[in-house]
C-alpha cells in the first residue's frame, strides 16, 4: 500500500469501517424464500467470472458457486444470513433468489476484502446493479472510481477502504442515494469531495480518512442530517470548519477533524 500518510489508526479505522457495515448489514437482512433451482441472472454470471479471472481470484467450490452457477451453495443459504461478514467466506456473495417467481437470482452482496488484489476495478463490475453491499477494502486496486458507479443505484453498503485508488471522486456517488455507509479512507484521490455528496440523505457513516482528497466541506453536506459518524482526518481539508456540523448534524456521535488544515477559530462543541 502506498499511502504516504499511513498510521497505524488506519487499521483502527477499518475495523471501524467493517464493523460498521457488518452491524448494519446484519440489521437488514430479512429472510428470503429460496428455490433450489434458481439460477443467476446470465449477464451476472458473466460479470462476476469476468472480473473475479481479472482479478485472479475464484469462489471456494465446497462454499459457493459449487454448482458451477455462482448463487450455490452458502451464497444462497438464508438461514444464516450474516455469512457475508465472515472472515471464513471471502470472496463471497450473497445472491437474492426470489425474482421471477423464484428462478431468477440476483446477486445482492460482494466482499472480496484484503486478498491482495491488484489492478483497476473491471468495468463489468458496474453491471452488476442488484449490488445493495459492495467491499472492496483492503486490496491494491489502482486507477479510478468511474462515473459507470452510478450505476448500483441500490448500493447500501460501500467500502473501497485502503486501497491505491486515484483520480477525482466522480460526483456520480451523490446518486447512490439508498447509501448509509460510505468508506474511502486510505486511497490516492484528488480533488476536492463532489457537493452531490450532500444528496446522500440516508448516510449514516461517511469514512474518509487519508483518501487524497482536499479544499472546504461542501456547503450541501448541511443536508446530510442522518450522519451518525464522519471521520475525515488527514485529508488537507481547509476552510472554516462549517457551522451545520454542530447546528444540523443533530444525530453525529463521532467526529475526527484532526490532521486537516481549518482556519480557527472553532465554534463546534463537539470533540474531535
Ligand atoms: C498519488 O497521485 C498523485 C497524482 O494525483 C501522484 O503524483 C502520486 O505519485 C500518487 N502517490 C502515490 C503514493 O501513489
Ligand atoms: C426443480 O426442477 C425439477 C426438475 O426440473 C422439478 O422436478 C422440481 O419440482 C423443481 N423444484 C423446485 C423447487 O422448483
Ligand atoms: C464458478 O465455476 C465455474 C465452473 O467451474 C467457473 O467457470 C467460474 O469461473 C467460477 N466462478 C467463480 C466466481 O469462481
Ligand atoms: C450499467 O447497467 C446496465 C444494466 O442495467 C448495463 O447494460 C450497462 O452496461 C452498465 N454499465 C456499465 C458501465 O457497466
Ligand atoms: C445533487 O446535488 C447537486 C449539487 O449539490 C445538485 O445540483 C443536484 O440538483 C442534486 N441532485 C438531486 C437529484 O437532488
Ligand atoms: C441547518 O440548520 C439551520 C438552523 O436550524 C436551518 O435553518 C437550516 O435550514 C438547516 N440547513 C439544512 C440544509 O438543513
Known sequence: MSVSTWTSSLVLILFWCISGLAGMAQAQVSA?????????????????????????????PSQWNTTGDPCSGAAIDSSDST???????????????SYESGSICHITKLKVYDLEVTGVIPDELWSLTFLTSLNLALNYLTGPLPAAIANLTRLQ?????????SGELPKELGQLTELRSLAFGGNNFSG????????????QQLYI??????????????????LQIFWARYVELSGRIPDFIGNNWSKLTSLRLLGNSFEGPYHLHFPI
Request: hydrophobic residues 35%.
Open 83 to 97: 455469512k457475508i461478514d465472515d472472515t471464513g467466506y471471502n470472496p463471497f456473495i450473497i445472491c437474492d433468489c
Open 157 to 165: 453498503y460501500f467500502t473501497v477502504g485502503i486501497n491505491d485508488l
Open 209 to 226: 480518512d487519508s483518501s487524497g482528497v482536499s479544499g472546504e466541506i461542501p456547503s450541501t453536506f448541511a443536508k446530510l442530517q442522518n
Open 192 to 203: 476536492s469531495l463532489p457537493s452531490e455528496l450532500g444528496n446522500l440523505s440516508k448516510l
Open 32 to 60: 428470503q424464500p429460496q428455490a433450489t433451482n434458481a439460477t443467476t441472472d446470465p449477464s451476472e454470471v458473466r460479470a462476476l467470472n469476468s472480473v473475479f479471472e481479472k482479478w485472479k481470484i475464484r469462489a471456494n
